[in-house]
T-cell receptor, first 114, second 114 residues
Framework: AQSVTQLDSQVPVFEEAPVELRCNYS??????LFWYVQYPNQGLQLLLK??????LVKGINGFEAEFNKSQTSFHLRKPSVHISDTAEYFC????????????FGPGTSLSVIP | KAGVTQTPRYLIKTRGQQVTLSCSPISGHRSVSWYQQTPGQGLQFLFE???????NKGNFPGRFSGRQFSNSRSEMNVSTLELGDSALYLC?????????????FGAGSRLTVL
């Protein structure tokens, strides 16, 4: 079975400061990895995904993530956050052989302080 | 290109009633999956449909059911509502449901059970 851990449930950070949201996963099979963002009263939106190839993945809104197979991690980073980045962030995995049974982490609430 | 449309956006029901939620996927997408989002349990997979067939099912009681029509639109039904069914129900669509597909989410249907 797969599982996803997001150790930080809440992350406050000042505007223009860097941020890292941590994600670790557990799986006995190969997986694809995703980060989704959820703004208040909205559905989830894809930030970035790792399918294969380069372990550094760039996404929308200046976010990037690095896949580390040995540490089974997929941490999300942004060098300088904006107020508009305030949202809930979800790390997710899916087995490469699965049909859309995505396993989501519990989420990290990012609050950007002006 | 229209996004994933979920109706209704908000609804209030009482215990013991039943509810039907609707999801219209992105044109051309044949896979529709459903998730329940609650503060305590996070995002949990309900089921996934492709070409009118349920391919995958999460760990929910039989009160939760769904179906998909020939035009890929999907509905989910919850019978004999319980207080714990209060949640945001999210629908997501993808082209064929394979692991590498990106899920596109609707804004959700927020169900309150009194």
């Amino acid at each position: 079975a797969q599982s996803v851990t997001q150790l930080d449930s809440q992350v406050p950070v000042f505007e223009e400061a860097p941020v890292e949201l941590r994600c670790n996963y557990s799986s006995s099979v190969s997986v694809y990895l995703f980060w989704y963002v959820q703004y208040p009263n909205q559905g989830l939106q894809l930030l970035l995904k790792y399918l294969s190839g380069s372990t550094l993945v760039k996404g929308i809104n200046g976010f990037e993530a690095e896949f580390n197979k040995s540490q089974t991690s997929f941490h999300l980073r942004k060098p300088s956050v904006h107020i508009s980045d305030t949202a809930e962030y979800f790390c997710a995995v899916i087995m490469k052989t699965s049909y859309d049974k995505v396993i989501f982490g519990p989420g990290t609430s990012l609050s950007v302080i002006p | 290109k229209a996004g994933v449309t979920q109706t209704p956006r908000y609804l209030i029901k009482t215990r013991g009633q039943q509810v039907t939620l609707s999801c219209s996927p992105i044109s051309g997408h044949r896979s529709v999956s459903w998730y329940q989002q609650t503060p305590g349990q996070g995002l949990q997979f309900l089921f996934e449909y492709f070409s009118e067939t349920q391919r995958n099912k999460g760990n929910f009681p039989g009160r939760f059911s769904g179906r998909q029509f020939s035009n890929s639109r999907s509905e989910m039904n919850v019978s004999t509502l319980e207080l714990g069914d209060s949640a945001l129900y999210l629908c997501a669509s993808s082209q064929d449901g394979s692991g590498a597909n990106v899920l596109t989410f609707g804004a959700g249907s927020r169900l309150t059970v009194l």
